[in-house]
């Protein structure tokens, strides 16, 4: 990621930015409350099992971010000197601070392929020879969505075939399922569709769900024992709890099924892009899978901070994610009519920025 640029008035730098709704901000306010280190908070208690059920696993655990809950997979599972097999785009890779190096001392090996997918013979062909030269293959991590891919949804066929190709290998076969239940909602699957066949799952509460802060982890009640030992070491465990988790509830009580809205609403977005001169869409309109919508500028357009500079002053903010792709990001504080005005912004600050690199 480039330089953030400030908030405005319709914010399409990530679906993290939603802000409590009213209805949300009443049931945590009503959330029975405890101390969940001392094991007693209801409300987490309740999540949890929430969570557990919908994922299919025998159990979960709150924690306070996305990154937690992957790193708490990590080091739950690997050794110092381990390697994780994941696509080169992701999120463990980018955007977690090198945190699988410093926390668990892990290698990662590093896959290619189209949009943040790979296939079943590219992981079979990364596992190490079992010899004391090599570092262990331990763990195979697949995001879905895949965020720097596009928003991507793993297909399930594809998907399947990569995550038994793990198993059969015996690697440890984790979901970053940041936003998971888009996948889920663009597919109209059942989150099992693809839980079923791996042994961890990440899940945020805190992006296209809307809650304030939170995410989870999901696996055998063994393994959740264990991360949980590590939340309390990575400084995540908390007390009143509840008033998060709550937060949390209400999101998957009420904001799943809409995240259809969400994706209507990127494909709108894509297709004003796409008949914007100098803006040059991924994919086509129709082809974007889930809630983001990523294109590139031409260079008579400039750079792609200085195009999210111009059109933030005209009330629409976009994050850059490299030299001249941008990134957009619809959420459940982004209404269809949002997309008009930002349609009229896009194509305002598209023309603006060619006569100002002239
Ligand atoms: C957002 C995100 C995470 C977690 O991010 P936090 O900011 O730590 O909650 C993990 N994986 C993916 C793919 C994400 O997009």
Not at 70 to 92: F, T, Y
Not at 141 to 151: L, R, S
Not at 182 to 193: R, S
Request: proline share 6%; net charge neutral; aromatic share 4%.
């Amino acid at each position: 990621m480039t330089a953030i640029p400030p908030a405005a008035a319709i914010d399409l730098r990530s679906d993290t930015v939603t802000r409590p709704t009213a209805a949300m901000k009443a049931a945590m306010m009503s959330a029975p409350l405890g101390d969940d280190v001392l094991g007693d908070e209801p409300t987490v208690q309740a999540l949890e099992a929430k969570v557990a059920a919908l994922l299919g696993k025998e159990a979960a655990l709150f924690v306070p971010s996305g990154t937690m809950a992957n790193q708490l997979a990590i080091r739950s599972v690997c050794e110092p000197g381990d390697e994780i097999i994941a696509h080169r785009d992701s999120h463990i890779i980018h955007y977690e601070t090198g945190a699988p190096a410093a926390l668990a001392g892990c290698m990662i090996c590093p896959l290619d392929g189209p949009r943040g997918l790979f296939d079943a013979t590219q992981v079979r062909a990364a596992m190490r020879p079992r010899d004391q030269h090599a570092p262990v293959s331990r763990m195979l991590v697949i995001e879905n969505t895949h965020n720097k891919g596009g928003g991507t949804v793993w297909p399930l066929a594809q998907f399947e075939a990569v995550a038994s190709a793990g198993r059969e290998c015996g690697l440890h076969v984790h979901i970053d399922g940041a936003r998971l239940l888009n996948a889920c909602i663009a597919l109209g699957v059942a989150p099992t569709a693809y839980t079923a066949q791996v042994d961890t799952v990440s899940l945020c509460f805190s992006k296209g769900l809307g809650a304030p802060v939170g995410s989870a982890l999901a696996g055998s009640a063994k393994l959740i024992a264990r991360a949980r030992r590590f939340r309390k070491m990575f400084g995540g465990a908390m007390r009143q709890s509840g008033l998060l988790a709550a937060a949390a509830i209400h999101a998957l009580d009420h904001h799943v099924a809409r995240l259809a809205d969400d994706h209507a609403n990127a494909r709108r977005l894509a297709a004003i892009i796409a008949s914007t001169p100098g803006l040059i869409l991924e994919g086509t309109p129709d082809s974007v899978p889930t809630n983001m919508v990523f294109f590139t500028l031409e260079p008579r357009l400039g750079s792609a901070a200085d195009f999210c500079t111009r059109l933030a002053r005209r009330g629409v903010a976009a994050i850059g994610m490299g030299p001249s792709r941008v990134r957009m990001v619809t959420h459940l504080d982004v209404t269809a009519t949002d997309i008009d005005h930002a349609a009229a912004a896009i194509a305002t600050t598209a023309a603006e920025s060619a006569s100002s690199t002239a």
